[in-house]
T-cell receptor, first 113, second 112 residues
């Protein structure tokens, strides 16, 4: 297992288009998190899964954003009708209940033009 | 609600000099504390963590941090920095779910 994997690494899209990102966590981790990071800021929490259940969503996660984790394995984050303000780095992390440490992927950098 | 304040947005320092990056947190419950490092266009890598026990925590790359409950601080230190330590550093506090609340980050600029 090489760690948390995110795909794609970079995405450029036109305003109004839909985009989907994928995150593959470390295989034995049952917790998965999505964060958003804009330039010069710390990552901000978006949502959290324990296994396949989405247990918490930030107010930052507008109704244009949806996340899933079918079967408690990989996760997808979809943004519908993208806006320029959605341009950011989207980070995925995973952890387990027994190991209080989150491992991060390399992130997906989204640019909305 | 929990929050994290990193007191310095940028810290310039010469190579081989000591450095301290400051972090204060607020929380009404016991917390876990972390320092992460981020290199350009990369994800975050854990430097060190405080969960319980000794208040002096040692991490990777020669970094250490001290948990001070009375001052609600978790400052990061390194006795001698290298050019390769130039990066963005984030202090974070976590809840029992593992969700992380991050500070704004401190840019460490190591000059030759």
């Amino acid at each position: 297992d090489t760690g948390v994997s995110q795909d794609p690494r970079h995405k450029i899209t036109k305003r109004g288009q839909n985009v989907t990102f994928r995150c593959d966590p470390i295989s034995e981790h049952n917790r998965l998190y999505w964060y958003r990071q804009t330039l010069g800021q710390g990552p901000e929490f978006l949502t959290y899964f324990q296994n396949e259940a989405q247990l918490e969503k930030s107010r930052l996660l507008s109704d244009r954003f949806s996340a899933e984790r079918p079967k408690g394995s990989f996760s997808t984050l979809e943004i519908q009708r993208t806006e320029q303000g959605d341009s950011a780095m989207y980070l995925c992390a995973s952890s387990s209940r027994t190991v209080q440490e989150a491992f991060f992927g390399q992130g997906t950098r989204l640019t909305v033009v | 609600a929990q929050s994290v304040t990193q007191l310095d947005s940028q810290v310039p320092v010469f190579e081989e000099a000591p450095v301290e990056l400051r972090c204060n947190y607020s929380s009404s419950v016991s917390v876990y504390l972390f320092w992460y490092v981020q290199y350009p266009n990369q994800g975050l890598q854990l430097l060190l963590k405080y969960l319980s026990g000794s208040t002096l925590v040692k991490g990777i790359n020669g970094f250490e941090a001290e948990f001070n409950k009375s001052q609600t601080s978790f400052h990061l230190r390194k006795p001698s920095v290298h050019i390769s330590d130039t990066a963005e550093y984030f202090c974070a506090v976590s809840e029992t779910t593992g969700k992380l609340i991050f500070g704004q980050g401190t840019t460490l600029q190591v000059k030759p």
